[in-house]
């Protein structure tokens, strides 16, 4: 029986949004959920798993895309509920010979679902990333970055809580200290602290990598 953990919603967020500034556009939900699903089991130990409706919602729900729905005919009327997202539609009505009103279409203003008389099952998504501002982006990439560096920090918590006493306490201490330096290291240029600062002055080639030697490097802190 395979065994698999469940990621969080954050987990699978930045999983899809992974996938969308890579391909742009993907033609399918299962193409979607197979590409989500290999980015969360890329770098990790714990195999992942999500469904297709999961990566669906969240996609939506946190406007990482544009969504595309292709339509197949129905037989059983307007539906009540979004099929695609589980919100309610807003009905559209048409006058009718008598007087009346009848409803003609329903649509949903959260995902863009749209049932007619004839077409109301859904039988396609194409997903499409939507235009985003670089500071947007620059955001996305702030919050990851400020994730990383928080894990790491309770990873290090985690174990100064565990190695008083220890025979190996002088071994984990030196793997805690390597690991705040990974974290916020001012002198490491691979540090997350380092990436950070990068990304938040906008810098085409990180400070940390410029010579401190050149008279053209104005981030100087010694002189």
């Not at 001012?186 to 950070?196: C, E, V």
Request: with cysteine; glycine share 6%; charged share 30%.
């Amino acid at each position: 029986m395979e065994v698999y953990h469940i990621p969080d919603d954050e987990l699978v967020v930045d999983a899809i949004s992974v996938v969308l500034l890579k391909s742009k556009s993907v033609e399918s939900q299962r193409e979607l959920t197979e590409l989500v699903n290999l980015e969360l089991n890329r770098n990790t130990d714990v195999p992942y798993k999500v469904s297709e409706y999961r990566v669906r919602k969240l996609t939506i729900d946190r406007g990482l895309a544009a969504l595309e729905i292709d339509y197949r005919r129905s037989y059983s009327g307007l539906p009540e509920t979004c099929p695609v997202c589980g919100r309610g539609l807003e009905s559209i009505t048409n006058s009718t010979l008598e007087g009346g009103t009848a409803v003609i279409m329903k649509k949903c203003d959260h995902c863009g679902y749209k049932a007619s008389a004839r077409e109301s099952i859904p039988s396609k998504y194409t997903f499409n990333i939507k235009a985003r501002r670089v500071s947007e982006l620059q955001d996305m990439k702030l919050d990851r970055l400020n994730r990383a560096k928080v894990h790491i920090g309770m990873a290090c918590d985690i174990i100064e809580s565990l190695i008083d006493g220890h025979v190996l306490a002088h071994d984990a201490r030196s793997t805690v200290s390597k690991l705040r330096e990974i974290a916020d290291g001012k002198d490491d240029p691979g540090s997350i602290g380092n990436m950070i600062r990068s990304v938040e002055k906008n810098e085409g080639e990180p400070a940390w990598c410029r010579p401190l030697a050149s008279v053209k490097n104005s981030d100087r802190k010694d002189i």
